[in-house]
């Protein structure tokens, strides 16, 4: 008797993965807490990160808009400006950083920058340039907008169940002078880039760790309560400064972001992970859910992977995997020089 023979289907390989059909691998994910209906649940992370909030509207789920559109606006305005997109107009948070650094101005325990862009006579916010398109009239204007989403930020994360953060990106640039971490590299989506004020870094798995615990202990400060549920965005690199080849450096983001969400799922009981980033990129899946760019999730993707998440929220089972005659000794091929390869003896019939 060995400990493999009491393990269910989804535990060996040929039976969780190489025999079912691709749409039929389920299981993925056993939730730690419940996520329920009435449940105020907050979203907030990259771009990936903007599907889920639409999908749990359209599921009847509590999905919380902390910072409504005013009225008078069309739905291009409305996109344009990142209304509805998460739940506070941030934009997109790519890293660790960001999030604690949002949540510590939110909770006044560090003060922004006082650092604005101008552009053809309109003034940006350096944290968020993309969320107001047209800038402001004034740099007071910048500072009385952000402050309006830190509002909403400290409103909303004091009476929400549940936090869903997506980890985008290691790579970030950030001010010399103050070391406040910024969405994009200044220059690209709006300001000038200048070597000399700005700077590059790529987070190491103690600098996410780090961040990352920061960051929910912040939020749990204000709301002992609040779950997290962390997700890792599949969605490559765009391109990377660091050197090397962008292929390299997506793998390197990508398993730093799932090793410390893991690391974080384990040790708290508050903390949970869900696999979008497995169910995209895993290669049994053979990138059937990227568009011809390899790089943007196709629709049909994101209902993959959000059918993954409510079957599990539900309660649902796993899909059945079909009976597979148990085989007498390892088979030829490479994993005939595996040790490993015995174990799929003790796998279900």
């Not at 220059?187 to 760790?209: K, L």
């Amino acid at each position: 008797m060995t400990p493999y023979q009491s393990l269910p289907p989804r535990a060996f390989w040929r039976t969780a993965v190489a025999d079912p059909d691709l749409r039929a691998i389920g299981g993925l994910w056993t939730p730690k807490f419940a996520v329920g209906q009435d449940d105020v649940i907050l979203t907030a992370g990259s771009c990936f990160a903007r599907h889920i909030g639409r999908t749990l509207l359209e599921r009847g789920m509590n999905w919380r808009d902390a910072e409504p559109a005013p009225p008078g606006l069309t739905e291009a305005e409305r996109r344009d400006r990142h209304y509805g997109v998460f739940s506070f107009r941030t934009g997109n948070v790519y890293t660790a950083a960001a999030l604690r650094q949002w949540l510590s101005w939110a909770s006044g325990d560090s003060a922004p920058p006082e650092e604005v862009w101008r552009e053809n006579g309109r003034w940006f916010d350096p944290f968020r340039p993309s969320v107001e398109p047209d800038g402001h009239a004034s740099p007071e204007e910048v500072t009385q907008a952000r402050e309006g989403t830190l509002a909403a930020i400290r409103g909303a994360v004091a009476e929400a169940d549940c936090l869903v953060f997506t980890l985008g990106l290691t790579e970030a640039w950030h001010g010399r002078a103050h070391g406040a971490v910024y969405p994009v590299c200044p220059g690209t989506v709006r300001g000038t880039y200048d070597a000399e004020r700005h700077a590059f870094h790529n987070f190491t798995f103690a600098e996410v760790y780090r961040d990352l615990s920061a960051a929910i202990e912040l939020a749990r400060s204000a709301n002992p309560g609040l779950r997290v549920l962390l997700t890792v965005s599949p969605v490559p690199l765009t391109a990377t400064a660091t050197g090397g080849h962008v292929l390299t450096a997506t793998t390197y983001s990508k398993s730093v972001l799932r090793a410390v969400a893991g690391q974080l799922a384990h040790e708290l009981d508050h903390v949970d992970y869900f696999p979008a980033y497995e169910i995209v990129t895993g290669f049994p899946f053979k990138a059937e859910f990227f568009e011809p760019n390899l790089r943007t999730v196709s629709p049909d993707g994101v209902d993959f992977v959000m059918g993954q998440f409510f079957d599990a929220l539900a309660g649902r089972p796993a899909a059945s995997h079909p009976d597979a005659a148990r085989p007498a000794e390892p088979t030829p091929g490479e994993d005939f020089w595996c040790d490993d390869a015995v174990l799929d003896y003790y796998s279900p019939r």
